[in-house]
């Protein structure tokens, strides 16, 4: 069986020599650029099945890199790496196609745990499941462009937040979401107020996935939540 091959951009020469060797410890495959202008010609050579960008690159930052990669293929899982906080760092991330968003200092068992969960993603649904019309979830059909959930030939119209805040979970299901990414992604910041509204929208939501008791969002206390279908 062929190995999965990994394009891993990074400047930080130390990080990028343990994260490449580590990787091809466990059997993948690495393919590692430190000039973010070669990226994208190195992605064509290589065809990765994963990539694993840092934001802060020379010549070309990972988020002109993601965008040239898109051109190319819509398709292939993108994780960034950044040492940056800002939360339109993140949103910027997201809206650009990223599957997930990793901050430094990062664990090497955390990367290759969400490469992995990039991946099974990706093979599950056979398409980037940001740009997917529509998503089975469990009895329930979610039409994204519609804003639509539907079960039995009954079907729920949702609010642009709601669509935006269900997709999220679902993209992240099976893992633990930080609750503060929740609100800064959906809703900008995480504000006081902004908290409440999630909290109000996670009692909606449950009550619109009531008719499959296998879909379950958990709430885990100080952390954030689990979305399990």
């Known amino acids: ?49 994963i990539c694993i960008l840092d934001i802060m690159l020379p010549n070309r930052n990972g988020f002109e890199i993601a965008e040239d990669i898109r051109k190319i293929n819509d398709d292939i899982p993108i994780i960034f790496l950044t040492a940056k906080t800002q939360t339109e760092d993140v949103i910027k991330g997201f809206r650009l196609g990223a599957n997930d968003y990793i901050r430094k200092p990062f664990s090497m068992e955390e990367l290759i745990v969400r490469i992995e969960n990039a991946l099974r993603v990706h093979k599950e649904n056979g398409v980037n499941t940001i740009n997917q019309d529509i998503i089975s979830l469990g009895k329930y059909q979610f039409n994204l462009n519609r804003q639509v959930l539907s079960i039995d030939s009954q079907d729920r119209k949702l609010s642009y937040r709601e669509t935006e805040l269900l997709k999220y979970l679902w993209l992240n299901r099976g893992d633990i979401i930080d609750r503060r990414d929740v609100l800064n992604v959906i809703w900008g910041n995480d504000s006081f107020f902004n908290s409440r509204n999630l909290d109000v929208y996670i009692t909606k939501i449950r009550s619109y996935l009531k008719e499959d008791p296998a879909i379950e969002i958990i709430t885990i206390k100080g952390v954030g939540y689990r979305f399990v279908s």
């Open 1 to 49: 069986m062929s190995r999965i091959k990994v394009l891993y951009a990074e400047d930080e020469l130390f990080l990028g020599k343990i994260v490449k060797e580590t990787l091809e410890g466990r059997g993948f495959e690495v393919e590692m650029e430190t000039d973010g202008a070669q990226v994208a010609p190195l992605f064509k050579e290589c065809n990765p099945d």
